[in-house]
Nanobody, 124 residues
Framework: QVQLVESGGGLVQTGGSLRLSCAVSGRTFSLYAMGWFRQAPGKEREFVAAVTWSGGSTLYSDSVKGRFTISRDNAKNTVYLQMNSLKPEDTAAYYC?????????????????WGQGTQVTVSS
């Protein structure tokens, strides 16, 4: 069974930074792409970023491109999301997820395991 545990969320002012971490249990972490999604109250879950199994390629939503960076450390079974220049509209619960394949994608249906989420609140 795969378990994902996010950490690093919190309250930050506009323009600030946070780094989210997602620790993944299981020996197959390095075989699959990983993604980050977020969900604000009353809104659908939306794609934020994904990284391929090797970390060699990344994908971002237009809303975070240039501000957020996804990375992974396969030796530590951990995926990260560095968030800079945060805006109030980035406020949401952030979830990491394990892809069903090696390349990842933008749709939640392409991911089979999810963390419990970590809250990010950006004050104006």
């Amino acid at each position: 069974q795969v378990q994902l545990v996010e950490s690093g969320g919190g309250l930050v002012q506009t323009g600030g930074s946070l780094r989210l971490s997602c620790a993944v249990s299981g020996r197959t972490f390095s075989l699959y792409a990983m993604g980050w999604f977020r969900q604000a109250p009353g809104k659908e879950r939306e794609f934020v970023a994904a990284v391929t199994w090797s970390g060699g390629s990344t994908l971002y939503s237009d809303s975070v491109k240039g501000r957020f960076t996804i990375s992974r450390d396969n030796a530590k079974n951990t995926v990260y999301l560095q968030m800079n220049s945060l805006k109030p509209e980035d406020t949401a619960a952030y979830y990491c997820a394990k892809s069903i394949g090696r390349s990842g994608g933008r749709t939640p249906g392409g991911y089979d395991y999810w963390g419990q989420g970590t809250q990010v609140t950006v004050s104006s």
